[in-house]
């Protein structure tokens, strides 16, 4: 029965152990998943900027729930801590300076395309027929234009593929969170049938 117990202790994967408490990471599925939503909802560069924001008020929310779970739990306190302190920094920056974190964004993207695609067309230089690298090369390029030209369309686009990235990770973080929570249940319970008994 100790094994047991053992086993389903080891059963908590590290990503579990990161975020703490089940209920830690139903909270911040919710969250995602209602950023996700909004940002999907109303695209557009300026109001990018406001959604950008949400998102930093989000992580400044999350930075301080970690920083209270961080204080009531010292054998998980520093990992806890470093992730109430990467959230709060995060969210600080992304609060206030949303527009200039969206137009960096934009840029780096613009030029990993650009460069990615210059590079994929260099590899297959020569005559040859057209390539399947060859054809992802030219679509690298000209998106990379497009979205130095265009930032705002190109933030569109983007944003779009965002949301539904963070409503899928927050829809996973809700099922993980009822695995978990039935995991601690379970530990929990057997933890308490081994003092559920008297030495005569």
């Known amino acids: 029965m100790f094994s047991t117990n053992k086993d389903q202790k080891q059963s908590l994967s590290f990503f579990d152990r990161l975020f703490g408490h089940w209920w830690m990471m139903f909270i911040e599925g919710i969250l995602m998943i209602a950023v996700g939503i909004v940002i999907a909802a109303v695209p557009g560069f300026r109001t990018l900027t406001?959604?950008?924001r949400l998102v930093g008020i989000e992580r400044l929310i999350v930075g301080f729930f970690y920083l209270i779970l961080?204080?009531?739990d010292p054998i998980a306190g520093i990992l806890i801590s470093g992730q109430a302190l990467a959230n709060l920094i995060l969210g600080f920056f992304l609060a206030l300076m949303p527009g200039f974190f969206l137009s960096i964004f934009i840029f780096l993207v613009a030029i990993w395309a650009f460069i990615s695609g210059i590079g994929m067309l260099v590899q297959n230089r020569g005559p040859q027929r057209l390539t399947s690298r060859t054809v992802v090369g030219i679509l690298l390029i000209a998106f990379g234009l497009f979205a130095g030209i265009s930032p705002g369309h190109t933030a569109n686009v983007l944003v779009l593929v965002f949301a539904?990235?963070?409503i899928v990770f927050g829809g996973y973080l809700l099922n993980r969170s009822t695995d978990m929570r039935k995991t601690?249940?379970?530990i929990a319970e057997d933890e308490k049938g081994?003092?559920?008994y008297t030495i005569e």
């Open 70 to 72: 961080s204080l009531r």
């Open 184 to 186: 601690e249940k379970k």
């Open 50 to 52: 406001i959604l950008i």
């Open 164 to 166: 539904v990235m963070i």
């Open 194 to 196: 081994y003092d559920d």
